[in-house]
């Protein structure tokens, strides 16, 4: 499996950006996806999930309200929308697939990981 994200940036403070995570490689429906983030100096940490139906959801408190994941099952694709944005969500932001059916917010659960896509919010 291959996960490609894109759509990072800078942003100022306030504006909004949206990430995208293509999975190419085999099926992508039926597995859970995440965002991660990692700051310098910090540990990975969980941003977003989506189950395979898109029907449950679960966000970091830090994030709620702010941020929105979604998915499209046909066209293999996960999506991050991020609004409100603040120079704290500073990070390289990871897209992330769990061969599972329960979502688990834990980084070491996920199997497959994109590169990673650099998010700058100035203040």
């Known amino acids: 499996v291959q996960l490609q994200a894109s759509g990072g940036g800078l942003v100022q403070a306030g504006g909004s950006l949206r990430l995208s995570c293509a999975a190419s490689g085999r099926t992508f429906s039926g597995y859970v996806m995440g965002w991660f983030r990692q700051a310098p100096g910090k540990e990975r940490e969980f941003v977003a999930a989506?189950?395979?139906?898109?029907?449950?959801?679960y966000y970091a408190d830090s994030v709620k309200g702010r941020f929105t994941i979604s998915r499209d099952n046909a066209k293999n694709t996960v999506f991050l929308q991020m609004h409100s944005l603040k120079p704290e969500d500073t990070a390289v932001y990871y897209c992330a697939l769990d061969q599972a059916v329960v979502v688990i917010t834990t980084p070491r659960a996920y199997d497959y990981w994109g590169q990673g896509s650099q998010v700058t919010v100035s203040s």
């Open positions: 989506i189950s395979w139906s898109g029907g449950s959801t």
